[in-house]
């Protein structure tokens, strides 16, 4: 079973930045992709960024310019650099395997919050 932890989260004013961490407990490298996903309060879990084993990205309109997803196979780690936020950037941020949901994992770390304030 594959076990994700996020960190990076925290409170920022409109236009600043963060940047979130994702550490696995496997080598990632055996993973198609690896996914940052949010929850807003009242919203259903959406994709954000992913990021392929051969460094393949995709991103959701809404966040294109501003985020960029990276991954170190080696270090277990996938990171997601988040710029210019706005407000409808808040939410929980998770990392998962991008396959595995897709085939209905449900299994997901604490998460890490992101709020940002006008």
């Known amino acids: 079973q594959v076990h994700f932890v996020e960190s990076g989260g925290g409170s920022v004013q409109v236009g600043g930045s963060l940047r979130l961490s994702c550490a696995a407990s496997v080598i990632i490298i055996s993973i198609w992709a690896v996914g940052w996903y949010r929850q807003a309060p009242g919203k259903q879990r959406e994709l954000v960024a992913s990021v392929t084993s051969g460094g393949f990205k995709h991103y959701v309109d809404s966040v294109k310019g501003r985020f960029s997803v990276s991954r170190d196979n080696a270090q277990k780690m996938a990171d997601l650099q988040m710029h210019s936020l706005k407000p409808e950037d808040s939410a929980l941020y998770y990392c998962?395997?991008?396959?595995?949901?897709?085939?209905?994992?449900?299994?997901w770390g604490q998460g890490t919050q992101v709020n940002v304030s006008a």
């Open positions: 998962n395997a991008v396959g595995l949901v897709n085939a209905g994992y449900d299994t």
